[in-house]
């Protein structure tokens, strides 16, 4: 019988603000977290994140490579974050060059279970749950459905 090579969850090599309040189990590393941040259980932070000051990140998220998330922020459950835009026809396999980034404002709300591709979002933008954004949001407003689209 085989055994997996076995990678536990963990918070490692994360620089902290103060007063920050985590949930475990998560899987942060690598990142950037500002003063005052929550970040709920399930959630998984990879390497190269900057999360600013006063932003939940509920449960059950993801945020990959390459994302700046600003201050006052609101990320809901099960949000996904994608850098890879298949842009050769599949996935990148490794290939980072690949890979594009996401930038989000300050005082975004992105409800529950919406996936946010590389893209930049202005301030002061509220994303509809279960919404899938594909393009930049450079005026603030609430924006939902399939592509989003500005309600």
């Not at 076995?6 to 899987?27: L, S, Y």
């Not at 945020?63 to 996904?80: A, K, S």
Request: net charge neutral; charged share 20%; aromatic share 6%.
């Amino acid at each position: 019988m085989n055994k997996p090579e076995i990678h536990q969850a963990a918070i490692r090599d994360v620089v902290f603000g103060a007063g920050v309040k985590v949930v475990e189990p998560c899987n942060l590393y690598g990142c950037t977290i500002g003063d005052d941040c929550f970040v709920g259980p399930f959630t998984e932070i990879q390497k190269g994140v900057v999360i600013g000051a006063r932003t939940r990140v509920q449960s059950h998220a993801f945020v990959c490579e390459l994302v700046t998330i600003g201050d006052d922020c609101f990320i809901g459950h099960g949000v996904m974050f994608i850098n890879d835009t298949f842009s050769t026809g599949g996935p990148a396999r490794g290939r980072k060059e690949l890979w594009r980034e996401t930038v989000i404002g300050n005082r975004v709300s992105i409800g529950s279970n919406a996936t946010i591709l590389p893209v930049k979002i202005a301030d002061d933008v509220v994303i509809g749950a279960g919404s899938v954004v594909t393009k930049d949001i450079t005026t603030a407003g609430t924006y939902a459905g399939n592509p989003a689209r500005r309600l």
